[in-house]
């Protein structure tokens, strides 16, 4: 007896709905409730594979984030905008989660395209190209990879998904001006208003009014929005729409100085110590200004920790202390995510770990056990003085922006603690509400042969968000 046709037909369907997560999705016509069907589906629609078990138990943590359950609302703004600016708490899994939902609705392995996350700093675009490797099951270097200065971790034809530094971007942009290989571009951490991420915001935007099928995203924790709806603006009356993420992860408690405190590099050594000594099990980031501060401090931690266990061996556990700076070679930037230090024996209490870093920890770095943050209130700021030619590296209060995205460190992996070395009342009254755009403060030299590089003729007239003064 013959086969019933209708039944073959719908066998034949459900074994490609098994096979295939991406049946029916259009590119660019996606929806979340589809997106959240293919994340739950047994195979990878990427490498055709069948999803591991730590897969499974890193969905489970990625459902828990605040951008998650916004997924649907997301892809429909995404879906009738070209330009959207995003705000969101720290820790609400924008630097991760965000590319994953734009491969999953633009689905560039099928259009041949790539879509590009870029990150201020080199160890941001490692570790988050790797973090999201990990979470959608695929090889880093191939499907996911970064690209950064002396390091491409990228397969030609194969990798649609890549983060990379701001740098990498502008270049790539001197030798195809119209970025043609990109399908979605996201600026990430725009409140860091760096060199880079400035000359390409004035860049994509005038990219963005010649191609219409290209997407951009700008995105930060703390960002000026209202400012930067306005300047991406395609019309002279139009904004581009603002899409707003609540919450973060987990609660931060921010505690203050009652009094300025004279010296600060002191003062973040004796605020280590005293986490070391009272406080709950749990890893500490502090903020410095540079190399040798970092170096000097971490010297002193460790000699006042082991005093410390020698004296109380069995209150207080071993401490292990790393530092974190640009110039470190990337091996030893990557202890920063060693485990914490284990308890000597059963009885005794465990160990924990410190990282001393600059500001390269500040946005997008997740150091996975950070639940204490000590910050000073300072960084090293690039400062150029025109008058005698001299570009000087200057120790600068933060602001409030980057106050906030210290604080929010501590509560990426559970509810943690900021002490912050400065009163309240100097947050509130001298810091300013936003980092000074390294453009209005560097010798523009450089910058002027890239955009000469770049095709831009016009300097004077080009479109900056915060244009550099004209000398007459």
């Not at 633009?106 to 979470?135: F, Y």
């Not at 409140?191 to 997407?215: F, P, S």
Request: net charge neutral.
């Amino acid at each position: 007896m013959a086969d019933n046709p209708d039944l073959v037909r719908r066998q034949a369907s459900e074994k490609d709905t098994l096979l295939e997560p991406l049946l029916g999705f259009v590119p660019r016509q996606v929806k979340g409730e589809q997106v959240r069907k293919a994340l739950d589906h047994q195979m990878n629609p990427f490498t055709k594979k069948f999803r591991t078990e730590r897969y499974k138990e890193l969905l489970k943590a990625r459902q828990k984030l605040p951008v998650f359950a916004q997924l649907g609302e997301f892809l429909t703004m995404f879906r009738e905008s070209q330009i959207i600016v995003m705000v969101g708490e720290t820790g609400a899994g924008k630097t991760t989660q965000i590319p994953q939902f734009v491969a999953y609705f633009d689905l560039p392995h099928i259009e041949g395209k790539v879509v590009a996350c870029t990150q201020p700093r080199r160890v941001a675009a490692m570790s988050a190209a790797r973090r999201v490797a990990e979470e959608m099951d695929v090889e880093l270097g191939r499907e996911v990879g970064y690209s950064i200065r002396f390091e491409d971790m990228t397969e030609p034809g194969k990798t649609f998904l890549k983060y990379m530094t701001d740098g990498m971007l502008l270049r790539e942009a001197m030798n195809d001006p119209n970025l043609e290989r990109y399908s979605t571009i996201i600026l990430d951490e725009a409140h860091e208003r760096t060199l880079a991420t400035d000359v390409l915001m004035g860049l994509l935007k005038d990219i963005a009014k010649r191609r219409a099928d290209l997407k951009i995203i700008i995105m930060s924790a703390t960002l000026d929005a209202l400012k930067f709806q306005k300047y991406f603006g395609l019309t002279q009356d139009s904004a581009a729409p603002l899409f707003k993420v609540p919450g973060r992860t987990h609660p931060v408690e921010v505690f203050y100085t009652q009094e300025p405190e004279p010296d600060y590099v002191e003062a973040a050594i004796r605020t280590v110590l005293m986490i070391h000594r009272a406080e709950d099990p749990g890893d500490i980031l502090v903020f410095l200004t540079g190399e040798e501060e970092i170096e000097d401090a971490c010297k002193k931690i460790k000699l006042e920790a082991d005093d410390l266990v020698n004296q109380d061996p069995d209150s207080v556990g071993p401490l292990v202390c790393i530092p974190l700076y640009s110039s470190l070679p990337p091996q030893q930037q990557q202890r920063i995510f060693d485990p914490a230090p284990s308890a000597i024996s059963p009885s005794r209490p465990r160990g924990r770990k410190v990282v001393v870093s600059t500001n390269i920890a500040e946005t997008s770095l997740t150091i996975d056990g950070i639940v204490y943050v000590v910050d000073p209130g300072f960084l090293k700021q690039k400062v150029y003085n025109p008058r005698i030619r001299v570009e000087s590296l200057l120790v600068s209060p933060i602001s409030k922006a980057s106050a906030q995205q210290r604080a929010g460190r501590a509560g990426r992996t559970r509810p943690g603690k900021c002490f912050r070395l400065y009163t309240e009342k100097d947050f509130m009254g001298e810091l300013e509400e936003q980092t000074y755009p390294e453009i209005l403060r560097c010798n523009l030299s450089n910058t002027v042969l890239e955009l000469l590089k770049l095709g831009i003729k016009d300097l004077v007239r080009f479109d900056f968000v915060d244009a550099p003064l004209q000398r007459r």
